[in-house]
């Protein structure tokens, strides 16, 4: 059974960072893309980053390109969101998710297994 763990949310000021970590079980990850996905009060889900995990293929939404950077390791089946720049409008709740079907790595229906989330917040 596919366990997603996330940890690391918490209170940050613009222009400060954090790590998100991903814990991941029960499942083989060396042949799924991993995906955070991030949901602010009254909007809907929407992507941030995933990675490949072989052969580590990156991808980035363009609210985040530069400033946030998706890794992963293999080792510790843990998947990483390192945050830097924050900025208020990056303020929700964080969810990082697995997938193994051949589908858009930006769409939700790409991913069959959720974590419950974490909470984000950036303000002064």
């Known amino acids: 059974q596919v366990r997603l763990v996330e940890s690391g949310g918490g209170l940050a000021q613009p222009g400060g960072s954090l790590r998100l970590s991903c814990a991941a079980s029960g499942g083989v990850f060396n042949s799924a893309k991993m995906g955070w996905f991030r949901q602010a009060p009254g909007k809907e889900r929407e992507f941030v980053a995933a990675i490949i995990w072989r052969p580590g293929s990156t991808y980035y939404a363009d609210s985040v390109k530069g400033r946030f950077t998706i890794s992963r390791d293999s080792a510790e089946n843990t998947v990483y969101l390192q945050m830097n720049s924050l900025k208020p409008e990056d303020t929700a709740v964080y969810y990082c998710?697995?997938?193994?079907?051949?589908?858009?790595?930006?769409?939700?229906?790409?991913?069959?297994?959720w974590g419950q989330g974490t909470q984000v917040t950036v303000s002064s």
């Open positions: 998710a697995a997938g193994w079907r051949p589908a858009f790595y930006g769409s939700n229906t790409g991913y069959s297994n």
